[in-house]
């Protein structure tokens, strides 16, 4: 993630964590292999049901339990991309029998401050988001869609703000969480 430039499926992959090291050494045995495989990279996917610990079920969970959400590095950008559609497009690469490694992202960045401006709008809470200092991003992270768009075709993503409302709803629905959400 040390690049400013969209992300694409020939993109050098390093891996870092010992769970980054493993996928990466499963995807160089099968690349290996002549069996044919579908190997997908999904970016920054959220949805309903998901658990707390990443950025978007923690931000609504904070809102919606009346708490003070600091967003830290607000400035770097990100794909954000919806489950729905991800499952979606998962569907359409496994039924035509695609092959090879597929980013799936929109290629379309957005600022972790915005995302998180968004869902306190739509939780009618902006006063409890705290935004660390303005700088410049420390990274950027978004597909480079050239090849999921040459396999699959033009996709019409789910609108950011859509999919955040249809988050906050299942959140707010199944209680997610220790605790009760104070707007159900």
């Known amino acids: 993630w040390d690049t400013f430039e969209p992300l694409s499926e020939s993109h050098p992959e390093f891996a870092v964590t010992p769970y980054g090291k493993s996928k990466l050494d499963l995807l160089g045995w099968l690349r290996t292999r002549t069996i044919p495989f579908l190997w997908t990279r999904t970016f920054f996917q959220f949805g309903a049901n998901e658990p707390t610990g990443r950025l978007v079920p923690s931000l609504i969970d904070s809102l919606l339990m009346g708490?003070?959400?600091?967003?830290?590095?607000?400035?770097?950008?990100?794909?954000?991309?919806?489950?729905?559609?991800?499952?979606?497009?998962?569907?359409?690469?496994?039924?035509?029998?695609?092959?090879?490694?597929?980013?799936?992202?929109?290629?379309?960045?957005?600022?972790?401050?915005?995302?998180?401006?968004?869902?306190?709008?739509?939780?009618?809470?902006?006063?409890?988001?705290?935004?660390?200092?303005?700088k410049v991003p420390k990274s950027i992270v978004i597909s480079n869609p050239k090849r999921l768009i040459s396999l699959y075709g033009e996709y019409s993503w789910t609108p950011l703000t859509t999919a955040l409302a249809q988050s906050i709803e299942a959140r707010t629905r199944n209680s997610i969480g220790s605790k009760e959400h104070p707007f159900q």
Request: charged fraction near 30%; aromatic fraction near 6%.
């Open 67 to 134: 708490e003070v959400f600091k967003v830290q590095n607000g400035d770097d950008i990100r794909d954000f991309v919806y489950i729905e559609d991800i499952v979606e497009i998962l569907r359409g690469l496994i039924t035509q029998r695609k092959v090879g490694v597929v980013n799936i992202g929109s290629g379309a960045g957005v600022r972790v401050e915005d995302l998180a401006r968004s869902v306190s709008q739509l939780l009618g809470q902006e006063n409890l988001i705290l935004y660390g200092e303005k």
